[in-house]
């Protein structure tokens, strides 16, 4: 941990004292380096299981291999040890993605299932954003296919026993072209049962057409590569075809569109002007809203919700509230990409929270790769999402991005060391973790259907090599970890831990110090970001390097209207307390910073 952090850095110690404070005040609207916002407690650690992933121990890792061959985690993986560890981390509640049942090459007709046809599936495992049955969970997820749904509902259990919230993917966007639920509650009518396949367009119509047209399937579309996947033979039959989830309204999409997948339609009438027809209420928004509260009402605490922003935020606003009367508290959580439209989607649309990939993540991610400076932090909270910073959820790693390790992103995984405590505790909003990245995961290989991409399949059966070492056959011991992954982890264990535990990060105001230290000798504002984050009973200062080659030796200014906002005596010494290492408090901030170190100091009077 202190190698990681400190790198043998070492604070000079030196006592100071700041000019004279006055009354403990608020901040005003008017200085630069705050905000008038009022920070919300939404202070959620999420950490992103890839279900199928996650508990798979095979390591065969066969390109394009089978369930059998290169194996597939189940929901009975994530056991009561495995639970703890993660809880250890900090967390509070856990994602378990690609949960509902979705369109696969794998064959369980003996149980009654389906077969799927490959010419319209992505990937040997299949995509788990291209949903067969909203009403049932993926059979590869089970030890007993036939036992998939109590296996599932076993792990909420099991999970909330661990004191952590559960939450699933809800996605409203599109579903697999084999769509047809055989496990939908009894007098539920599917999607698309009573559609006019006449029609184009029609308001309570569930799918969109392509009337006297038939589904073509892109001809350079090889399933498998090398192999030849069940069905496979370019001769998919759909007729009359329907516009595909990324709103392609062609019958013949090409390999790069999703065409595996079918657009829902939600009352608007794309090729006439985007035309909504949301009066009266349509039938696909009562037939979503019953999936949902089908859903809590098995206890799950959330949804992430898929493509937000491809769905009519009217749909969002009056559905969210339909589902909080069936479950309060119930958290929703947007994929949203359109900064034009936090706003929008937050107090028209009634989200939670929301992704921030396009702000902070974007921003971040330069910073790790030398590319980009500080200042698309402060453009973050100044202007993105000023006034609701509290509701958005921050990350470095997902199921849609790149590993930090990877070659394609930043290769060091200790590069997420100043980037991830920005990200943890910028704001009092959601911080996100994906399994393996507190390992260095870096998603080297080819796995099927995904290329070498930098990320970690969710298309393909796969083993994930490095967080495999620490589950260890499933005694989720770590004893397979290198010493550097173990202090890896142990960072972010301590990151998230002191997250979730302090009262100035979880609630507290903000205040920059780049202002108030770019003449200072050494602060290199353009890699050394720091800043306040307070309430009237904690004061904290963080502190980060993002250079990874060069050490800093500066002398942290902490301004007297700062003092002052944060209701401190400038006559006054204080202690400065690493809460991110078990170091004695120093008395002063004259700080040696090692390349790619971070610090979180709580302040006390001496």
Request: one cysteine or more.
């Amino acid at each position: 941990m202190k190698q990681l952090l400190l790198a043998g850095s070492l604070l000079t110690l030196a006592a100071f004292a700041l000019p004279n404070p006055p009354v403990a005040k608020k901040p005003t609207a008017q200085d630069p380096n705050t905000t008038a916002e009022v920070p919300q407690d939404n202070k959620l650690v999420i950490y992103q299981v890839m279900t199928r992933l996650f508990g798979n121990k095979v390591a065969l890792n066969k390109p394009y291999g089978t369930i059998t061959e290169n194996g597939c985690g189940k929901f009975n993986d994530i056991t009561d040890k495995a639970l703890d560890e993660i809880k250890k981390l900090g967390v509070s509640h856990v994602w378990y993605t690609g949960v509902l049942e979705h369109a696969t090459m794998t064959d369980y007709t003996s149980q009654g299932i389906p077969a799927d046809d490959a010419d319209v599936v992505k990937g040997r495992a299949g995509s788990p954003y291209a949903i067969k049955d909203y009403y049932d969970v993926a059979p590869d997820l089970a030890v007993t296919v036939k036992n998939r749904m109590p296996e599932y509902e076993a792990l909420i259990k099991r999970t909330h026993d661990h004191g952590l919230k559960v939450l699933m993917d809800f996605i409203p966007n599109h579903v697999a072209r084999s769509y047809k639920s055989d496990a939908k509650p009894q007098g539920v009518v599917d999607l698309g049962a009573m559609d006019d396949k006449t029609k184009a367009f029609a308001p309570n119509n569930n799918f969109y057409y392509l009337p006297g047209k038939s589904f073509v399937v892109p001809p350079d579309y090889n399933p498998l590569g090398p192999g030849k996947g069940p069905r496979e033979d370019g001769k998919y039959t759909e007729t009359p075809a329907r516009a595909t989830g990324n709103d392609v309204f062609s019958a013949t999409p090409s390999v790069n569109d999703w065409f595996e997948t079918i657009k829902l339609n939600y009352g608007v009438d794309y090729q006439n002007g985007r035309k909504g027809y949301f009066a009266p209420v349509p039938d696909t928004w009562k037939k979503m809203r019953d999936i949902l509260v089908f859903w809590a009402g098995k206890n799950v605490d959330g949804f992430r919700c898929d493509m937000a922003e491809m769905v009519p935020v009217e749909f969002w606003a009056w559905v969210i509230p339909e589902v909080k009367k069936a479950k309060p508290g119930i958290v929703f959580i947007a994929e949203a990409y359109n900064a034009k439209e936090y706003k929008t989607y937050l107090d028209k649309g009634k989200f939670d929270f929301l992704y921030d990939k396009v702000g902070l993540y974007d921003g971040l991610r330069k910073l790790m790769t030398g590319t980009g400076t500080t200042e698309d932090i402060t453009k973050v909270w100044k202007e993105e999402s000023n006034g609701f910073s509290s509701k958005m959820l921050r990350f470095l790693e997902n199921h849609d991005e790149q590993r930090i390790a990877s070659k394609d992103f930043a290769t060091d995984p200790k590069r997420a060391v100043p980037a991830m405590t920005v990200t943890a505790t910028l704001a009092s909003g959601p911080v996100m973790l994906y399994f393996g990245q507190e390992v260095g995961e870096p998603a080297h290989g080819a796995e099927g259907f995904s290329s070498e991409d930098g990320r970690t399949s969710i298309f393909d059966y796969w083993g994930v090599p490095e967080h495999q070492k620490w589950m260890n056959q499933g005694k989720f011991d770590g004893a397979k970890l290198s010493p550097e992954q173990k202090d890896l982890r142990q960072f972010y264990a301590r990151l998230l831990t002191v997250t979730s535990q302090s009262e100035a990060l979880r609630k507290g105001r903000f205040y920059e110090l780049q202002d108030a230290n770019n003449l200072g000798k050494e602060y290199d504002q353009r890699r050394i970001y720091s800043y306040l984050r307070y309430t009237s009973t904690q004061q904290v200062l963080v502190v980060v390097n993002f250079s990874a080659d060069k050490t800093y030796r500066p002398t942290i200014t902490i301004p007297a209207e700062a003092m002052a906002t944060m209701g401190l005596s400038t006559k006054k010494f204080y202690t400065y307390t690493d809460l991110l290492d078990t170091d004695e408090p120093r008395n002063g901030l004259n700080l040696t910073l090692a390349p790619l170190s971070a610090y979180i100091f709580e302040i006390k009077p001496r």
